[in-house]
């Protein structure tokens, strides 16, 4: 059921074919008279799937790996005559942009495509071309987010015996000293209650009304506001203000600890890596998989070495699409190669996470969302590509974290409560910091089958939510005991 179609501006270039994340209040303003309301009258009104879905399946982007260009800057003439013979009975063209740090390439189409053409084009491609290995569109992500009133809003989620994170406890323990945590999103404000825990980080949005910086990438990767006007991001959709969602996500997980102001993040000890993938109307698969594999430590062709690479990634964000990309699959490989963790959002459209992207790729902690009273999350999407949840908020209890006061340009710091699976996330991130200070030996993989193994089970109904609650104290337990293990030569999974 698409009620809702993007359909680009004729003659409007370089306008976005997919809308910015939208506020549950503008989603329901918009929506509402075109879609059923949700049963409960409790909750807020809540994007349907469809129509969340709708405008993501457009991109004017195509992922091309060569088996001869893998390391070249530049495909040869030869590759890009044939990538742009391919197009033309599709009626667009297509530019070479860029090398990723996958080894594929990015092309650029003169006008975004709805994804089955853009499916149909790889494949003509991938036919017509011996040297292609593969062709795939380059999807466009979202933040997965619902804004939320911050005036009932504390932070129950970190303590509260119902749903809270028992942090108080595992803090004893450990603040994830010693561990960096990326946050790839839509960049961070230097807000005061984040600043000491900041890394410079880089910006990697290549797009430059996406960017709404003045450039294309660039090492500054604060957050210039990504408010859109009305049918920017596809035709039909409202002006959006600016989210700072990059800044509310990273307050979760890492805002500091006892300095007398604002919250306290999961993981206050650890060190926030910004690297920064979305703007205005969310931002494409491409530049998100760079954005993983620089923070990890890897390669970026024409982008200077990360530092201090982190060993958590929590990406907040997602589109629809009920396949993994290869971009993605080879990007997690990456960063799990160099010992990074991959936390994702399930997505708030309350429908299966096998459509959702990249919640739905091998070797993710996939994270879904509980409310205050443990029950699952009217938004929260389910199934079995769920690992666990962790608190995400809903009406009247959102998740308080740092934010910025500005609508449209960064004004003053301030503090709100948003709701969403993007909220849940850096809950798991900043746990999995916490395990990886105290035991930094620890995989991917048994990270994640130590978050698994130490849950609380549901105090409410939450059904293809994973092996159970997000439980901060049980999981540092669990990772200290994996340290005595490992010494004595059996290590965990
Ligand atoms: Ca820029
Ligand atoms: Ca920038
Ligand atoms: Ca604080």
Redesign the pocket.
């Known amino acids: 059921m698409k009620l809702v179609s993007p359909i680009r501006r004729a003659g409007r270039p370089g306008l976005r074919s997919v809308r910015a994340p939208l506020s549950a209040a503008v989603l329901a303003s918009t929506l509402l008279g075109l879609h059923t309301a949700p049963a409960s009258a409790v909750e807020r009104a809540q994007p349907s799937a469809a129509a969340a879905a709708a405008p993501l399946e457009y991109s004017d982007r195509l992922i091309v790996r060569y088996r001869s260009a893998a390391e070249a800057d530049v495909p040869s003439a030869g590759l890009q005559l044939r990538a742009h013979a391919a197009a033309q009975p599709f009626g667009t063209h297509m530019k070479h942009l860029r090398r990723l740090g996958t080894g594929a390439h990015v092309f650029q189409l003169d006008r975004p495509m709805p994804q089955d053409k853009l499916q149909q084009m790889a494949r003509a491609l991938q036919n017509g071309d011996a040297d292609v290995e593969y062709a795939e569109p380059d999807l466009r992500m979202r933040p997965q987010f619902v804004p939320n009133d911050a005036k009932y809003a504390k932070q129950w989620n970190l303590f509260e015996p119902t749903t809270g994170l028992n942090l108080p406890t595992a803090w004893e323990k450990s603040t994830g000293a010693g561990v960096v945590v990326a946050v790839v999103d839509t ?1 961070v404000r230097p807000h005061v209650d984040l600043q000491a825990n900041l890394l410079p980080g880089y ?1 990697f949005v290549t797009d430059r009304s996406t ?1 709404n ?1 003045g ?1 294309a990438r ?1 090492a ?3 957050d ?1 506001g990504d408010w859109t006007v009305a049918d920017e991001c596809g035709e039909g959709w409202p002006g959006e203000s600016s989210s700072w969602h990059g800044t509310h996500v990273a307050g979760i997980a890492a805002a500091v600890a006892n300095n007398g102001i604002g919250v306290a993040g999961v993981a206050h000890g650890a060190k926030l890596l910004p690297v ?1 993938a979305m703007g205005r109307c969310g931002g494409y698969t491409s530049d998100i998989a760079d954005g993983m594999i620089w923070a990890a430590g890897g390669k970026v062709s024409r982008v200077p070495a990360n530092k201090t690479p982190a060993r958590v990634i929590n990406l907040s964000l997602g589109g629809a699409s009920r396949t993994c990309s290869t971009t993605y699959s080879e990007a997690i490989k990456a960063v799990r190669q160099r010992g990074a963790v991959v936390v994702v959002a399930a997505g708030n459209e309350n429908m299966s996470v096998a459509r959702s992207t990249p919640a739905n790729c091998a070797d993710v902690v996939v994270v879904t969302a509980v409310k205050r009273n443990g029950h699952r999350a009217s938004y929260a999407n389910y199934g079995t590509a769920v690992d666990l949840a962790a608190p995400g908020g809903d009406t009247g209890a959102g998740i308080l974290s740092t934010l910025n006061s500005g609508t449209r340009k960064p004004a003053k710091d301030t503090y709100a409560g948003y709701s969403g699976t993007s909220m849940a996330t850096p809950h798991v991130a900043g746990v999995a910091a916490l395990m990886l200070s105290v035991n930094p030996k620890l995989t991917p993989t048994q990270v994640e089958t130590l978050l698994k193994a130490s849950v609380r089970p549901f105090p409410g109904n939450c059904t293809g939510c994973g092996k159970g609650m997000l439980d901060a104290n049980m999981a540092v337990d669990a990772a200290i005991t994996a340290r005595s293990l490992t010494v004595q030569g059996a290590p965990g999974p």
């Open positions: 960049g910006d960017a910086d450039n660039d500054d990767a604060s210039p920064r």
